[in-house]
C-alpha cells in the first residue's frame, strides 16, 4: 500500500489554473499547481491517484536532484514576499569576505544581502531579524485600525516568532501575534487578527464567541478552514521547527 502524503511537494495556487496540474523538476521536486477555487482536501485524492506517476517522475529526477540538493544546500530565496501587507522585494545576495552579513533595504522593492551568504544559520538569522522588524512595523498597525473598525479594543500587542501559533489573546487582552502572519494571503491575516480581538470580549471558543466573529467576519468558516493549510505559505526560510498549530 502507497501512502500518498509521504510525498514531498510544494503547492502553488495560481489565478490561470483551470484544472490541477502535477510537474515533477530536478529543482523543484514535485510541485502541485492548483486553480484558486481547489478545495485542498481533494489534494490525498489526486495525490493517490497519481501516484504511480508521481513515484516514476520523482525516480527519474531523483540522480539529478541529489546532486543539486547537495552542491547547493541553502540558498537565500530570491524573492520575499508579504502577502498580508502587499509588499515584495527582490533579494540581491552578494558574498563577500566579511564575517558578518549585512542588509540594506532602502531602496523599494530591493534588498541588499552582502557578507558570507552561504552559511545558512546567518543568514536564517538575519532574515528572521527581517521578519520580525517587519512584522512589528505592520501588524501592529493592521491591528489597530481592525480594532478601530470592530471597536474592539485590546490592551497592547506583541510579535512573536518560532512559536507554535499564529495568534494568542491574555486574560488582559494583551495580543501577541507570529511575525509569519504577514506571509499570509491579506484576509487570512485579518481574519487571525479579528479572531484574537474577539477574544478580548470571549476568552474561549463558545458559540457567543463564534458569532461575534461572524459579525467582523461573516466567511469566517472558509478563513478557519483555510488556516489548516496556511502553513504552506511560510517560505522554508522562515520556517520553525515547530508545526503551528490552529488558532488560540
Ligand atoms: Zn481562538
Redesign the pocket.
Known sequence: MTDTTAFDYTLRISPRARVVRLCVSPHRGLEIVVPRWFNRRQLPEVLHEKSAWIERALERVRPQREELLAAAPWQLPDRIQFRAVDLEWEVRARATSARRLSINYHRPGLIDIQGPVEDEALSRHLLGRFLVVQAELHLPRLLAALSRATGLSYRRASIRRQRSRWGSCSAQGAISLNAALLFLPCHLTRYVLV?ELC?TVHLN?SNRFWSLVEKHCPDYRTAEREMRDARDYVPRWANSEQAIAP??
Open positions: 479572531h477574544h471558543h488558532l488560540a
